[in-house]
């Protein structure tokens, strides 16, 4: 509460100061120091009383959900194996006097284009309060491997019209944009194939979520991070779809930036 | 690292003091307060290199935990929708230089004495370096709905069993005895019929905690708090299986009793 009369960048410092906080590797016999990517520090959140939030994107987001829940929310068959159930878990076991509603509707594959394609089942239905959106790795990606004629411009284009539908249907929807990412040495041969290419996907959304006053969450950063205390197998194998342990820190980065919101 | 020196009290104390903390209710216009029951503070855990940790139960360990991946650990579908998946993907997330392995082997509708039938399969095998065990639930239910012809007497006896074959096939396992819980006012007619004969099995599994040495989750704390904050129908609406939010919960009592074992 104390935090409602600072100012957002001084809010913004104090996230990036405790976002992530590495440890270093100490010797102790046959045991090893523990290294943390932790979540700021909150008691209390000030929710509305009642709060959908809808989690949208590709495989990254799916993270495998069960189909036959396919129109659920709150189950743990339909948010998937990702990085959704973990940050809702936390939501809801935090905020009990809230009455919020979360939703998986990530599709393997999709592109941005593929999202406008389902978006008034998959999103305008559900008339999210916040709506948080991952997309973009298969964009680059399928340029590779799969025939894919998108661009980064296109990209920046397709999702524009998408965002500019979403505020015209949705106008006090808070938007939250996370940043595709890829994890350096994946087998997806992450590393020589993507950079710096992808790289324009990443400031596509960077500049997408400025000019829409979107949260964005800084996934990129996280798993960067992440690689200086355990190799991209612990942490997403094939440098595209996280652990568990990946998700975790997926979900504690996304809980960061959903903190920033503020429903006053 | 400092709590290491600390007297097992102490530490008793410090955890009792900081397991549950409940936030009142603030005028906020349309907001609400909210509540949170927090996690003992800790930016560093010490684990052994290798950790291999079972969870052992009846359905509110196996959370509908996918068959296909009943011999799988760390992942999302053999872990269930119950109070492991949350307390796993902290356990991953923030100690990557561990190698932990996480297994789930509850299964719906068991009592003490099934457990000990696929003991050898589903432990021994396993061969855990933490043990964690919540069972007794059904071993008290069964009796009121199945004609089940145990008492908590045979369930006291059916358990020290089976942790003397435990202890005799595992002798260096780390014991964690879960407390089996009912949530007061759940559609399972839990109150009524419950109370007080459940507490004679909440009894015996303390003492057998106690016996062995083993370290305790107080479960029914965790919700009896709970309730003061949100109704049963929010945490645990028939009384026995938890929602998403109450799996949360369990899985921060858990971690919380996790944390006190020493590695060393």
């Not at 394609?117 to 298969?138: A, H, K, T």
Request: a positive charge.
């Amino acid at each position: 509460m104390k935090n409602e009369k600072s100012t957002p960048s001084d809010r913004r410092s104090f996230l990036k100061k405790t976002t992530v906080a590495s440890v270093g590797v100490l010797g102790l016999g046959n045991l090893q120091a523990q290294s943390v990517i932790s979540k700021k520090e909150k008691t209390t959140r000030e929710l509305p009383k009642d709060l959908t939030i809808l989690f949208q994107g590709d495989s990254v987001t799916d993270g495998g959900r069960k189909r036959d829940q396919y129109y659920a929310n709150n189950t743990w068959g339909g948010l998937g194996g990702s990085y959704v159930f973990p940050a809702v878990s936390e939501l809801l076991g935090s905020n009990p006097t809230s009455n919020i509603r979360c939703y998986n509707r990530g599709i393997s594959g999709d592109k941005v284009f593929q999202l406008s394609n389902r978006w008034e089942e998959d999103c305008l239905q559900i008339r999210p309060d916040v709506l948080s959106i991952l997309i973009g790795v298969n964009d680059f990606w399928h340029t590779l491997d799969f025939n894919y004629k998108g661009t980064a411009k296109s990209y920046e284009e397709d999702f524009r019209k998408l965002l500019d539908r979403t505020r015209k249907e949705l106008p006090n929807v808070k938007l939250i944009i996370c940043e595709p990412f890829a994890v350096k040495g994946g087998s997806a041969i992450v590393e020589e194939k993507w950079f710096p290419a992808f790289i324009a996907y990443q400031n596509a959304a960077k500049k997408i979520a400025s000019d829409y006053n979107a949260h964005w969450v800084p996934f990129q950063k996280t798993f960067d991070d992440a690689l200086k205390i355990a190799p991209v197998d612990y942490w997403c194998a094939d440098g595209v779809h996280p652990s568990l342990g990946g998700g975790e820190l997926m979900a504690k980065t996304w809980l960061n930036t959903f903190d920033e919101i503020s429903f006053k």
